[in-house]
């Protein structure tokens, strides 16, 4: 009874933290991206500087109508913001947030291959984003449709290769395990591979400069044209929910989780900084480059990272045995 | 039936309910969708096994990667929505009873050789199991599949720019 | 900056937009403040009825036709004994139709009475568009918001009257000095 209790608090409490992060991070890309692009962001709502403004977003899809176009696959098209937003929740159960006040990890369960589990979770997050382009039944969604499945095709294989370069380091596919592992001198020999793996993150996430798929100048919308109301809120939940799940994987495996002064009581304090630091590199990115072309997307993925990340492995490899 | 051959009886009734409902949906983009529902519960009967290692590939790599370079493959061939965009031809009947005719087969023959045997010595399928038996018992037929694999690769690579000029 | 290497223009991005975080951004914040708008704004125009003779030539010289004016002349019976009488022009009815109006004002540089004055005033917007038709009343309530006359630029002309005035004030004072040199 015991257990089964503490699994539901644990599930609650990532539910808490999946609903919650993510309009951290949305709230401080609007007032980032703002000030870095000499503007305000929103400060109307919620009185002090606009904090309520992604709540007041939330109301605001809440109360919209959600239309399924006449030519859409019903099924389909209904389905997808759900498959795009699960995959993120189930992830987030395994990723570890460090020692709490001398207690063990904050972590919804600690699997023995919790960096295999998040990285298969992520990559079924890719069919929601398909099936909405496929199941629209409107043009730009469908070469929206295509430009996603090519572009997280060819990025989860550098992902996967940087991922399997720290594992090995470490020794272990667990996440607890692998930020327990970590050395401060990691910094440097895996620096390639984190380099490969956030740019490779912020490609499946489809961010800018990578946003291809979803290029308004372009593509309307991309995938996402035809939603509105609370299916299009589930795709920028689950987006968001992504950035947290990489910044938080991005932490864990090579900026060492928990590390930092008094690690044993304030461990996920540090956690969170860096994810809030991390984040705050995906917002950067995202103001201060333009976004690539559809080719220049795949030969980055196939002609510089995935060669970047199997010197990474190499490298590791030689690290490891010698 | 204990609690996990219960389970396991479900998942196994999803996944071949969904392999029939991909193979007779009248949509191709659906049937793509049904074998994803029937991977996934493939994976669960591996999770159910205590093969969690390969759970997670089969989710990674079939569900993943596999399906979706199905999808992209239709969407680049031919489209794959609107009804009745899976062709069936009138071979269908024929079809249908060749594979019930392989699936009785597989299985007679399934349950005559290991019929009432109890596996013994099992392990549970972390990564560390796997690599150990990967590289210790299995070794030379993973160096012979990755370098089918390769072979594949580079044969594709070659077919497709066999049309271009160059 | 030392020539260029694989990777200067990510990191240039990077720094112009750390550079505009950094520094304080120049949005103003309109409804709370009110806007720091140049002299000789143009917001809305203004009529001083009193200096309206009716002559049409605003009317005539807009190149939207958004001016209507309409008026009756009055007699003055004369003053004295065996005078002509006077007739003075009464306005009836004078209509500038914003929603057709560009701005351009020629109607307040053609008139040569001063009748018509620009205003800073912008808030006026209206929910139906007849309303953006302003009568004469509503148009003669504008000019307690017209600003004092900007005084002009250094080197500028002062104007004909003016010119003409110091010219006059000159002579006179040549000929007050030329009469005292004659008689000294």
Known sequence: MGELLDAVLRCLIVLGAFLTLPLLVGQMEHKAMAHMQSRVGPMAAGGFHGWAQLVADGIKFVQKESITPAAADRRVFELAPAVALVPYLVAMLAIPLGPFFGQTNLIGQDLDLGLFFVLAAMSVGVLGTLMGGLGSGNKYSYIGGMRVAAQLMSYELPMVLAAASVAMAAGTLSLVGIAQEWEPWWLLTQLPGLVVFFVAGLAELQRPPFDAPLADAELVMGPLTEYGGMRFAMFLLAEYAGIVVLAALTTVLFLGGWAGPWSDHLGWVWSLLKIVAVSFLVIWARVAYPRLREDQVNALAWKVLVPVALAQVTLTTVLVVA | MTLTEIVFLVFAVIAVGSALLSMTSGQLVHAALWLVVTLGAVAGCFVLMTAEFVAWVQVLVYVGSVVVLVIFALMLTRQPSGARSAEVTGNRWVAAVLGAAAAIGLGATMVAGFGGEQIEGRRIGTAGSIGDALFNDWVLPFEILSGVLLAALIGAIVISRSGSDR | ?184
């Open chain 3, 1 to 184: 900056m030392s020539g260029s290497f694989w990777g200067k223009g990510l990191l240039q991005g990077l720094a112009v937009t750390w550079r505009n975080l950094t520094h304080r951004s120049v949005t103003a914040h309109y409804p709370d403040v009110e806007p720091d708008l140049p002299p000789r704004s143009r917001g809305v125009i203004a009529l001083q009825e009193e200096n309206c003779t009716s002559c049409m030539l605003c009317a005539r010289e807009c190149p939207s036709w958004c001016i209507t004016i309409d008026s009756h002349k009055e007699v003055i019976p004369a003053a004295t004994e065996g005078g002509r009488d006077r007739s003075q022009n009464v306005l009836d009815q004078f209509d500038i139709d914003y929603s057709i109006c560009m701005y351009c004002s020629i109607c307040i540089e053609v008139c040569p009475f001063d009748a018509l004055h620009w205003s800073p005033e912008f808030a006026y917007a209206e929910g139906d568009l007849k309303d953006l038709t302003h009568d004469m009343n509503r148009l003669r309530t504008w000019m307690d918001t017209v600003p004092p006359p900007q005084p002009l630029d250094p080197g500028a002309e002062q104007g004909k009257e003016l010119d003409s005035y110091r010219a006059s004030q000159a002579a006179e004072a040549a000929e007050a000095a030329q009469p005292a040199e004659e008689e000294s």
